[in-house]
C-alpha cells in the first residue's frame, strides 16, 4: 500500500524551468529523508538532492545552484524546483525516501517521471 507517485516532468527548452513532486501515501513518513534520483539509459542512478525530516539539504555539483529541494512534511510531499534547465539534465527521474537518508539503498521509490530538455 506504500506508494511514491512523481508528477510534473515533461519536455522543456534548454534554460527553462520544471517543478516535479513527489506524493508519498500509505504510512506516516516521520523522520524519513526524501530524495530524488535520475536516471539515463546505460547508466546507473545518479543524486540528485534530498532533505531530511528536519529540513537539512543536500544536492549533487552538478545541479547545485539550478535545483532546489523542499517538503511539506503534513502531505508527505517533496518537490525539486529545476531552473536553468541543460539538455544534459534529461533523465528519468526517480523520488525515493529512506530511513535517515535517502539513497540506492532507500527503501521505497517511485515509478520515476521523465524530464527531456531539447536544445
Known amino acids: 500500500q506504500v506508494q511514491l507517485v512523481e508528477s510534473g516532468g515533461g519536455l522543456v527548452q534548454a534554460g527553462g524551468s520544471l517543478r516535479l513532486s513527489c506524493a508519498a501515501s500509505g504510512r506516516a513518513f516521520s523522520n524519513y529523508a526524501m530524495g530524488w534520483f535520475r536516471q539515463t539509459p546505460g547508466k546507473e542512478r545518479e543524486f540528485v538532492a534530498s532533505i531530511t525530516w528536519s529540513g537539512d539539504r543536500y544536492y549533487a555539483g552538478s545541479v547545485k545552484g539550478r535545483f532546489t529541494i523542499s517538503r511539506y512534511n503534513a502531505k508527505n510531499t517533496v518537490y525539486l524546483q529545476m531552473n536553468s534547465l541543460k539538455p544534459e539534465d534529461t533523465a528519468v527521474y526517480y523520488c525515493?525516501?529512506?530511513?535517515?537518508?535517502?539513497?540506492?539503498?532507500?527503501?521505497?521509490w517511485g515509478q520515476g517521471t521523465q524530464v527531456t530538455v531539447s536544445s
Open positions: 525515493t525516501a529512506g530511513q535517515g537518508s535517502a539513497s540506492r539503498e532507500s527503501e521505497y
